[in-house]
């Protein structure tokens, strides 16, 4: 059995880099285009570090919906990306999904380790192709990452106080989910305008990282990052 080669990432954010689609008159194959398949960036799905609740929004937050035989072609070489140790490191890599970061090369799977620069035309049709899979576990996991932060501690004892009323609470959990976002993402090693002057993130779908991630957090999962900023500060 011949070894399978490691996926080929992006050099500017470390995302693994999206597939060709391939039309199967390519291969003499006797397929259509309707045949698609939804190719994962991060696997293989076995792997103990997807199977966490970071791991897990890590893996659906990038999907990929490409011919099905690009996709066979791909899995035939390639046996995955390295995968990131640490939540930080994930918490990076599944907020540049989110906000729609396209790298601007992509794996042509009719031969191994080729490599292709994308037109702009072409780098537009692979964005629309990538989604996230299931928005809960990636808020879910944003919203616990983001409790872990540097917040507005001024506001946690009115937050948590058994005598806010509900309608309170959450207002006041959206203004402190602010604080956690910016701590969270000012933690990471890139530069949002260069990143967007350059193209990676762009088209009617792209998203600014602290908007991609508040979004998901106050439409999925805002009891969630409440109830763990409660944890934290009961340890405090």
Do not use: W
């Amino acid at each position: 059995m011949v070894d399978k080669l490691i996926t080929p990432t992006c050099e500017v954010s470390g995302l693994p880099l999206p597939v060709l689609p391939l039309e199967p008159r390519l291969f003499g194959a006797l397929l259509n285009l309707n045949h698609t398949n939804s190719h994962h960036h991060f696997h293989p799905k076995s792997d103990p570090r997807l199977q966490s609740v970071a791991g897990l929004a890590l893996r659906k937050s990038r999907i990929q919906t490409t011919p099905l035989i690009s996709h066979n072609e791909y899995h035939r070489l390639y046996e995955g990306a390295p995968l990131p140790d640490t939540e930080e490191q994930i918490f990076k890599l599944s907020v540049l999904s989110v906000a729609g970061f396209t790298p601007r090369s992509a794996i042509d799977p009719r031969q191994p380790l080729r490599i292709v620069g994308l037109t702009d035309k072409a780098h537009s049709k692979i964005a629309r192709s990538i989604r996230v899979e299931r928005p809960l576990l990636v808020a879910r996991f944003y919203a616990e990452y983001c409790a872990s932060q540097e917040t507005d501690y001024s506001k946690l004892e009115e937050l948590l106080h058994q005598s806010t009323t509900d309608v309170k609470k959450v207002e006041i959990a959206r203004e402190v989910l602010g604080y956690s976002i910016e701590s969270a993402l000012g933690r990471m090693s890139l530069s949002e305008p260069q990143i967007r002057k350059e193209g990676f993130i762009s088209g009617s779908k792209a998203k600014t990282l602290y908007s991609a991630t508040r979004q998901l957090i106050r439409r999925h999962a805002l009891r969630d990052y409440v109830d763990h900023l409660s944890l934290r500060y009961a340890k405090s």
